[in-house]
Antibody
Framework: QVQLVESGGGVVQPGRSLRLSCTASGFIFNKYAMHWVRQAPGKGLEWVAV????????YHADSVNGRSTISRDNPKNTLYLEMDSLTAEDTAMYYC???????????????WGQGTPVTVSS | QSSLTQPPSASGTPGQRVTIPCSGSSSNIGSNRVDWYQHLPGTAPKLLIY???YRPSGVPDRFSGSRSGTSASLAISGLQSEDEATYYC???????????FGGGTKVTVL
């Protein structure tokens, strides 16, 4: 079945870096854009980043721009999010989501993973 | 601060119709399609409505969406207890060059 499984979350100290991974199965990974979305405790959903099906276009939210990089390895069916200079405001559940189209400029996300929690704390 | 505006809460009794508005601007809802998501605590968000008004396979037809100008709305007719969840609207924003979500509307079935 179509599935996304995130990993790489955990407790990290302020100022450190983290790399999240999302492994996809059950669909043709290299044909769809992929997103990262997060939810801080007690808050709503916040979009983080998107990458086009072939990696040609990447966009990041202002809140993480310059500190994060979305990337993908299509032969490995894996999506990544690297985040630097983490602060307490980055504490959240991080979800990867499959775009419903190939290109990046769409808000449609039709498959979501269960999320991986990130806690930034000393 | 969300670029799309939703009321924080809505409620209704079983069988009632509930409508959730989502207000945006010319750079998002006014020029791009709107999607709606249902999110229950501890679970993954679920795509409920895509491209303003289309339901993915498996979504009951009591859920419907519409868009007009720079606003959109989600309607739940025949409200059921399992519809208790938080609902988010989302759209691509041409100015921010990214996806914007509404703040979410928590629906309570009385």
């Amino acid at each position: 079945q179509v599935q996304l499984v995130e990993s790489g979350g955990g407790v990290v100290q302020p100022g450190r870096s983290l790399r999240l991974s999302c492994t996809a199965s059950g669909f043709i990974f290299n044909k769809y854009a992929m997103h990262w979305v997060r939810q801080a405790p007690g808050k709503g959903l916040e979009w983080v980043a998107v990458i086009a099906y072939d990696g040609s276009h990447k966009y990041h939210a202002d809140s993480v721009n310059g500190r994060s990089t979305i990337s993908r390895d299509n032969p490995k069916n894996t999506l990544y999010l690297e985040m630097d200079s983490l602060t307490a405001e980055d504490t959240a559940m991080y979800y990867c989501a499959k775009g419903s189209v190939t290109y990046s400029s769409s808000s449609g996300m039709d498959v979501w993973g269960q999320g991986t929690p990130v806690t930034v704390s000393s | 601060q969300s670029s799309l505006t939703q009321p924080p809460s809505a409620s209704g009794t079983p069988g009632q119709r509930v409508t959730i508005p989502c207000s945006g601007s010319s750079s998002n809802i006014g020029s791009n399609r709107v999607d709606w998501y249902q999110h229950l605590p501890g679970t993954a968000p679920k795509l409920l409505i895509y491209s303003n008004s289309y339901r993915p396979s498996g979504v009951p037809d009591r859920f419907s969406g519409s868009r007009s100008g720079t606003s959109a709305s989600l309607a739940i007719s025949g409200l059921q207890s399992e519809d208790e969840a938080t609902y988010y609207c989302a759209a691509w924003d041409d100015s921010l060059i990214g996806v914007v979500f509404g703040g979410g509307t928590k629906v309570t079935v009385l």
